[in-house]
């Protein structure tokens, strides 16, 4: 079956991807398919790409070494995000109403007004731009400008973004929202190795003895990786440490779960780099030959010089900080062999205010047992976005210039003979929190956001915003008119999105794949390469951006690789294999790890192109199996430094002094507040621009929560499931959120997700209550353990709307929105001082029309539904509590007649009840999976069942965590409870 290889849109592990078109006996229209019998750059297709989704499916890729076929949720539903609702087609202008654009304060609103907004050519929006750029920087200088890139471009997008930037305009102000979770790993692999590298490969996982995840929770934020980090400890008996604040999925597995108290991971790794140099395993030739610095870190690391002092300091007992350091230090009797260790970090580390000191903290272990680049050992920096470490090989961040390079003379002038230019920046420009805080004071004049939402994904938003309203001029390259951030753009460009562009990126392990168009781009959307080249030749710099195709960009990308490394040979990033490409070997160009030398060949050690379509958990598991037989046939598996020479001028690497002040608050702490911590949802990605219209990953977190712990609650005289107004301390900012009572919490902790906007939720996210505090060394924000105040947030009414309903919902405070199947609903949640202000009313909200209102109370509920000529268009059930039931089955209530049987069907539903998403991979619910549980062990001797057979039955049965297996700890749990209630029923009986 004819296919495209590409690969997943979603986190650093990057996932490979196969696009086939379904067989025909699968498809009711046969005519409308595409005569093109294969996927290529430029598809040639003959229906629509709406239609078009419907005849293509989507599986992994067995042969790409990141992922060997599996895919998580995310992955599986990435076709469902192709043609999602207000996609941004066609370049649009917003007038202009005042001397600094449109009125700015409507953008306070969901939507900006039609009718300040026009389509226009993109020749008017190049012009538009390159007038603008022009004027500003004629009149305020080249760094009054700026540009915000994302992880979610692709290289070459990435690569011409920065030449414009920091090539030609002069202007050292771009920056990408890497820094908001990976600078800190950055600044520590360069000031120990000399360089950006990470070392190791995935393979490292499979070969450890020990694998440690910090601040990292593997299981829901790179569930693939973890999938083959439990295959391996299954195979190899490896031992598992999680350390994190939060008991998480992750640490659901652990052999050793580290509960430490938040911001002390630093104390912890300085104590173990003690342990280690007071230990057999120091390795002593390896320090004196490869490295220096060795006595300056330990000396500042000896406030952590005791299992005691690093107990006081981290909240853990001195059993488990011992058993943990252990796995460092003891050598195993059999010829005194050592663990093999990876030491594997995650935005638990990177995001905070000492994240580049934890970082190097244990990269000095490493260095300590002389580690660095063997097979199943090391440190490994897990990458949060799809291209984050291609943005940083071009310079994407306003730290550094292309390939690595730094801002020396030396550097600067290769640069500038290369790209044939005078204009190269001498310095760093402003990072991301610097460029909002300098618009917002009214010094940069001019910005170009790509891919990003800042407005979201930033800390202290109200700067962010203020920002926004006041900058001259903001342009914004996106999929969709419908973020946050988009609302307060003076010109909207129409990007191309996953499916529609072509490019290369770069994984955590340094793996190389093409991202392969294979539907034609929707409307007049662009690549993002070709909108800046245009911009750039209408600026006037036509000699250096005259590419008309990606290929040509990556070469040349891959040329300056190439001279970087031949002036400073001591570099490891290069592209000099790849340097003299064609376009025909770039497209068909596989998976490939660098560096990659002049006499690399062309494919990486991915040499097996037969295409095994994986049907089965089985079926995977064989494939794995032959694989680990021959695994240089299959496995990325090229690490750095072995040898011990590093990229620093001398080769040697650095320790570095890591001292752990402990963190004292500079006030007292308020009353009724917590330490917030801030991450992912297992099925949620960033600000749910694309996610978030995808149903199944909408039913497992459907609205915004505050995880605590039930000791947390009743000292607050909070139940779980009340509403909690959350107030950011001294920014004065509030989210509403429901409390959820979860003893995985801390005692005063507390948890949300990141995801939230006003797109989606009417209170925004809860990064508009964290401050913008930096790490000094990384200027990476430290989103993780601010404190938050929280209050009750007393409520009369809450409900739940699908379809035109009678409501108005415009003046509660919590509104959240559901994308659903074939639709979406709102919950809500009303005060009785909105409904006394007649902000909760009946309002039809269809004109002209005769429209019927019926209520009825039922089982505590009120009813109310919206008829129009006898057909039901909208339902609104409310109560004094949460209303719960099946979202999706009252939406196909929708578009019937009211009979007796209608009633019936939907009084049963409120009488059921709802349950959340558990498998949002085969969509299995709670409910569905605990009634499983019961029928096992009501048909079997309740002694003999254990938990492990109700969860492998539950599977078979049902599918749940069959496939990409991130909640197999959620039916874990399921049976646990399960057989809890059994046992207890039995000793009632009893």
């Known amino acids: 079956m004819p296919s ?173 929202n890497s820094r908001l979770c990976m600078s800190s790993a950055v600044t520590a692999h360069t000031r120990a190795f000399g360089e950006d590298v990470v070392p190791g490969c995935y393979q490292d996982f499979e070969l450890a003895d020990v694998i440690v995840l910090v601040g990292a929770n593997t299981a829901w934020t790179h569930p693939v990786l973890f999938k083959r980090i439990l295959a391996a400890r299954a195979k190899t008996g490896a031992k598992l440490v999680v350390v994190d604040p939060r008991k998480t999925a992750t640490a659901s597995y652990a052999d050793l779960h580290l509960q430490l108290l938040p911001g002390s991971d630093l104390a912890l790794f300085n104590g173990l780099f003690c342990a280690i140099s007071n230990s057999n395993r120091k390795n002593i030739d390896y320090i ?8 300056d870190a330990v000396n ?65 272990c490493h260095l300590a047992m002389g580690d660095i680049g063997q097979p199943g050992c090391g440190p490994f920096s897990l990458t949060g976005q799809p291209n984050a470490m291609g943005g940083r090989e071009v310079g994407g961040m306003a730290t550094q210039l292309a390939a690595h390079m730094g801002f020396t003379l030396q550097e600067r002038g290769l640069l500038s003979e290369f790209w044939q230019t005078e204009s190269v920046v001498k310095s760093k420009g402003l990072t991301a929190t610097e460029i909002f805080s300098k618009m917002a004071l009214g010094e940069i004049k001019a910005i170009w956001i790509m891919g990003t939402n800042p ?77 800046i080249c245009e911009v750039a030749k209408a600026l006037g710099f036509k000699q250096g951006f005259n590419f008309t195709d990606s290929h040509q960009i990556f070469a040349e990308h891959a040329m300056l690789t190439d001279k970087v490394v031949r002036h400073f040979p001591n570099k490891r990033f290069t592209l000099a294999g790849l340097s003299d490409i064609s376009e025909q070997d770039y497209n068909d160009l596989e998976p490939i790890q660098w560096p990659i030398h002049k006499n690399s060949e062309l494919t990486s050690s991915l040499v097996n192109h037969s295409r095994v379509k994986v049907k089965s958990e089985q079926q ?85 929560e505050i995880l605590l712990n ?56 809860v990064n508009q209550l964290l401050q913008s505090n930096i790490d000094p060394l990384s200027l990476q924000p430290g989103f993780k353990h601010q404190r938050v105040k929280l209050e009750s947030y007393p409520v009369v009414l809450q409900g739940t709307i699908w379809g035109a309903s009678a409501v108005d919902l ?83 209530l929708l578009n019937q007649c009211v009979d007796n049987k209608w009633l019936n069907k939907l009084s049963r539903l409120i009488q059921a009840g709802g349950s959340r998403l558990i498998c949002a991979c085969n969509g299995i619910t709670e409910t569905a999976i605990s009634a499983n549980m019961l029928e096992t062990i009501q048909s079997a001797n309740r002694e003999l069942l254990e938990v492990n057979q109700l969860v492998n039955n539950a599977k078979q049965a049902l599918g749940c965590s069959a496939a990409c297996g991130s909640c197999l700890n959620q039916v874990t749990e399921l049976a646990r409870a399960a057989l809890s209630a059994a046992n207890m029923t039995t000793q009632e009986v009893a």
């Open 4 to 176: 495209c290889r590409t690969t997943c849109a979603y986190c650093g592990v990057g996932c490979g991807i196969e696009i086939h078109r379904r067989r025909s006996e699968e498809i009711e229209n046969k005519d409308s398919i595409s005569q093109s019998d294969k996927f290529t750059e430029k598809p040639d297709l003959s229906s629509t790409n709406e239609d078009y989704v419907k005849y293509i499916e989507l599986d992994g890729d067995t042969s790409h070494s990141a992922n060997l076929g599996y895919l998580c949720a995310k992955g599986m539903s990435l076709l469902e995000g192709i043609n999602f609702p207000n996609k941004l087609l066609y370049p649009r202008l917003n007038k202009r109403q005042s001397p600094y654009g449109y009125d700015k304060t409507a953008a306070e609103t969901n939507a900006v007004p039609a009718n300040i907004s026009k389509t226009v050519g993109w020749q008017e929006a190049i012009d538009k731009i390159a007038s603008k750029f022009n004027s500003i920087i004629k009149q305020h200088g080249s760094n009054s400008i700026a540009f915000y890139l994302s992880g979610q471009m692709l290289t070459e997008d990435y690569y011409v973004a920065n030449k414009l930037a920091k090539g030609f305009l002069g202007c050292s102000n771009i920056d990408t």
């Open 288 to 295: 004196h030959s490869h490295t220096q610095g060795f006595s």
């Open 300 to 364: 500042a690391a000896n406030s952590c010089n005791s299992l005691k002092e690093v107990a006081a300091q981290t909240g853990l007992t001195v059993e488990d900080i011992n058993c943990f350091y252990q796995f460092y230090t003891v050598t195993a009797p059999q010829a005194l062999a050592s663990n093999k260790v990876v030491t594997a970090s995650g935005q638990g580390v990177n995001q905070s205010l000492t994240g580049t000191d934890t970082c190097n903290a244990i990269i000095n």
């Open 455 to 531: 407005l979201v994904s930033l800390p202290d938003t109200a700067i962010v915003k203020r920002g926004l309203k006041r900058c001259e001029f903001v342009v914004m390259s996106d999929i969709t008119a419908e973020t946050d951030t988009a609302k307060y753009a003076d010109l909207l460009l129409p990007a191309q999105g996953w499916s529609e562009k072509s490019g290369t990126v770069t994984n955590s392990e340094r793996t190389i794949s093409r991202q392969r168009r294979f539907v034609l781009p929707q409307g007049e959307s662009k690549a993002d390469w070709w909108a």
């Open 620 to 704: 995977t598991n064989r494939l794995l199996e032959q694989k680990a037989r021959n695994p240089t046939k299959y496995l990325s598996q090229q690490r750095l430094y072995q040898e011990g020479r590093f990229s620093t001028n001398d080769g040697l690497a650095n320790f570095i002094a890591t001292p752990f002040l402990t963190q004292v608050e500079h006030q007292e702490s308020p009353q009724n507040s917590v330490r917030l911590n801030s991450g992912r949802a297992r099925d949620q990605w960033h600000t749910m621009t694309r996610t978030g219209h995808i149903p199944s990953l909408s039913a497992s977190d459907y609205q915004p």
């Open 710 to 765: 039930p000791l947390t609650l009743t000292q607050l005289q909070m139940a779980s499931g009340d509403l909690v107004k959350l107030t950011g301390i001294n920014l004065k900012k509030t989210m509403l959120v429901r409390a959820v009572a979860d003893k995985s919490i801390l005692p005063g902790a507390g948890f949300c997700t990141m995801h939230w906007s006003t797109q989606f939720s009417k209170s925004a996210g």
């Open 810 to 892: 415009t003046g509660l405070s919590w509104c959240v929105k559901q994308t659903i199947n074939q639709g979406v609903c709102y919950h809500f949640a009303a005060q009785s001082t909105e409904i006394n202000n007649k902000a909760f009313c009946s309002k039809v909200g269809i004109s002209n029309t005769a429209v019927q209102t019926l209520e009825w109370q039922f089982s505590g509920c009120t009813i109310q539904c919206s008829i129009q000529q006898g057909i039901v268009i909208g339902i609104c059930i409310t109560d004094s509590k949460e209303v719960k039931v099946d979202v999706n089955a009252v939406q196909a």
